[in-house]
């Protein structure tokens, strides 16, 4: 009888403490995630660029963090052309001491540029453009700034100037 009673009380109760271990284990994850990323805003003399980039990143501990980011961008120029770029990246960040970053960061983007045919004939073009970034940086809080470099830049197709690029992150 003894052994009835123990069996049905541990039948009736692990889902309990599954329960219980489930919600410690999702709350601890859910602790150690951090949302950023940046904004950006560009205009001038016919000109308007707007950019919006959400991340997310889980911290394993406070040295590594790996997450998640998407990319979208929007570019006129009046009378010359408009462009089109959204894509993702998987981002890694390494803090070996507390205030110096080292980053990479692997981004995949669609590119559509369509072209005014009076000014520039027949380059409209759609592709997919993909970018490795090594970085290091300054952390003060919860921003990080400094300089990364794309390992795979193609000055024929990037939506980048140049191959090195400063950044700013900020994680909350």
């Given amino acids: 009888m003894r052994d009835l009673f123990l069996t049905l009380v541990c039948c009736f109760s692990l889902p309990f403490m599954q329960a219980q271990i489930t919600n410690a284990s999702q709350s ?33 501990n406070p040295t590594v963090s790996a997450g998640v980011g998407l990319n979208a961008i929007y570019s006129k120029q009046k009378n010359v052309f408009k462009s089109t770029v959204l894509g993702g990246s998987l981002i890694g960040l390494f803090n070996p001491v507390n205030q110096f970053q080292i980053s990479t ?68």
């Avoid at 490795?132 to 390992?151: E, H, K, P, Q, T």
């Fill in 28 to 60: 601890s994850f859910w602790n150690n995630v951090q949302f950023g990323g940046g904004v950006g805003l560009s205009f001038g003399d016919g000109f308007f660029s707007g950019s919006l980039a959400p991340a997310a990143v889980y911290r394993f």
């Fill in 105 to 172: 960061e692997f981004e995949q983007l669609y590119v559509d540029r369509n072209f005014d045919e009076r000014f520039v004939s027949n380059v409209d073009d759609s592709y997919w453009y993909p970018a490795l970034f090594l970085g290091v940086g300054y952390i003060s809080n919860n921003i990080a700034f400094g300089i990364r470099y794309d390992l795979l830049y193609n000055e024929n197709k990037s939506i980048y100037n140049n191959a090195w690029m400063p950044f700013v992150r900020v994680f909350f």
